[in-house]
């Protein structure tokens, strides 16, 4: 799904206008009457004190226009039109005075006016900017967010949490809304999957308004949100006529002393991703725990008891996940260079593999191009420097992936594939995951992807969301607090079925 700026929404906006022949009236009537139906389906005529702060553009137009579907449904409102600038739009005044009509008569508040007094137990619909932000919203506007924010009511954005930019970090972040549930008109902001900007939001969900895909499908976008149809269209089915021969050789190189389970789970999950074999390559002291706890992985050591000094694989292996556990001593950075120096396939680089690059960066232009590597905030920190927010933190990552043609896969709540100037943000995946462990899972995985043939981005995009998915599976049957890394690798299988699950039918069975 692609992620559109603000400019293209109202390109969008603009296109569907001209070729449905609508009304720019209507089409906010067509939104009014989305948020309408969200709400009366969940409140079903509840006797709920329903607030809403509406602005004087369209955000707060689309608020005026629930205001009136809302009253005529029978629910108790109480209008407030925050009056921040004498320029009202269009499609405001025309749906006000549509309230009008009906004998709702909204309070104004101005910069002078005391606040309404808001119950824990009202409902609050927050209209009060949206995509149209460009400045700060002043201080008694400030305030009046603050105030909402404070009063404990549940807070239904429309379209964006009012004062958040559509593309930028607030820059006074208490004259934001919290909002409980952000209701975005047909498309994603890019602002909700960023750390930063993404706390000003509990859950989102999209409304369709019918914006023109004419519009929309051919045009270029520097973001995807990546889901569950973008993921099955990168599956590759197991073949009938297949060995393990076709699903390739994964070897998965790291581990020191204190450290060898790193490799283990990556080795496993490996496996589970549907690699044909796994060979672990690890130091001397890792042999017997991993050909105790994994007999499917075959193990090649180091002469070295507790540390890899030498990384010489035998054979031509389909794919190489680098780096987990493997330390950053004098001898391992040596063993690690002359691996690097020789390699040119494309590679997984994880831990310890970022680590000494950010130590070294003299060795970046010996990474293969299209080798993947997977840094958590703290290896990005020491791979690119301090960020001043996390756009620029997008920008500098993304320049580092295509001076030397990698595939950076940015870890965190929304793991973030970046690669050739494109950024595809994941939808799976929890708190649970926040756990000892986790990342190895995703190294095996990817690199077992890649052994299978996936292309490095799809291996990136596509292990993500299922390493993510299989962490939801984990986290449905023990609890976010109870995920524990092997917890994901044995629920990688049934992240593979909910894959291609067919959608239950409502009192019926789906056979
Ligand atoms: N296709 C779609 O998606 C559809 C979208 N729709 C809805 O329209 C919304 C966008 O509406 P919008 O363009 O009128 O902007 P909105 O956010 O209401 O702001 C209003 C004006 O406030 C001003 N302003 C800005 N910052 C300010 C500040 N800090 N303090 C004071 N003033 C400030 C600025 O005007 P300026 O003062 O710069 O002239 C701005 O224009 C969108 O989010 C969605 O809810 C639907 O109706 C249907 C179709
Ligand atoms: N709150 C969260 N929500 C979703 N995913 C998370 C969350 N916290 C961590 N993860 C995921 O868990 C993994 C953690 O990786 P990493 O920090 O390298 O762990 P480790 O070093 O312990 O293996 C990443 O894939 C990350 O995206
Ligand atoms: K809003």
Known sequence: ????????????????????????????????????????????GAEVIIQLFCGIGNNGGDGIALARLLKEAGYTIQVHVVNYSETRSKDFLLNLERLKDRKIWP??????????????NDIIVDAIFGIGLNREPSDWVGKLIQHINQSQAFVLSVDIPSGLPASQVPSTTDHVIRASYVLSIQLPKLVFFLPETGVYLNQWELLDIGLNTGFLGPEQVAFHFVTLPEV????????????????????????????????????????????????????????????????????????????LTSIDIPFDPSAIGIGIGMGTGEKVVKAFESFLKKTDQPLVIDADGLNILSKKPELFKYVPKASILTPHPKELQRMIGDWKDDFDKLEKAKAL???????????????ITLYNGLGYINSTGNPGMATAGSGD???????????????????????????????????????????????????????????????????????
């Open 107 to 120: 309070d104004f508040i101005n910069d002078d006016s005391s606040l309404p007094e808001i119950s824990p």
């Open 401 to 415: 992936a295509t001076k030397y043609g990698i595939v950076l896969v940015l870890k965190g709540v929304h793991t």
């Open 441 to 511: 899972v995703l190294t095996g995985i990817l690199t077992g992807l890649i052994a299978q043939g996936y292309d490095s981005l799809q291996a990136a995009i596509f292990g993500v969301y299922l390493h993510g998915l299989a962490g939801d599976v984990t986290a449905s049957i023990e609890s976010y607090d109870a995920v524990k890394a092997t917890g994901i690798i044995s629920n990688i299988g049934k992240a593979y079925l909910e894959l291609f699950k067919r959608p239950e039918v409502e009192g019926g069975n789906t056979a």
């Open 1 to 44: 799904m692609k992620i559109f700026t603000a400019q293209q929404i109202y390109q969008a906006d603009k296109f569907t206008i001209e070729h449905q022949q609508i009304s720019s009236d209507q089409l906010m009537e067509r939104a009014a009457i989305q948020l309408f139906e969200w709400m009366h389906s969940r409140l079903q």
């Open 232 to 307: 099955q269209s990168m599956y590759r089915p197991r073949l009938k006529f297949s060995h393990k021969g076709t699903y390739g050789h994964s070897v998965i190189v790291g581990g020191s002393y204190g450290k060898i389970g790193a490799v283990q789970m990556a080795a496993d999950a490996c496996l589970r991703a549907g690699s044909g074999l796994v060979t672990a390559y690890i130091p001397e002291c890792g042999y017997e725990s991993i050909q105790t706890a994994l007999p499917e992985a075959m193990v090649l050591t180091d002469e070295e008891d507790n540390f």
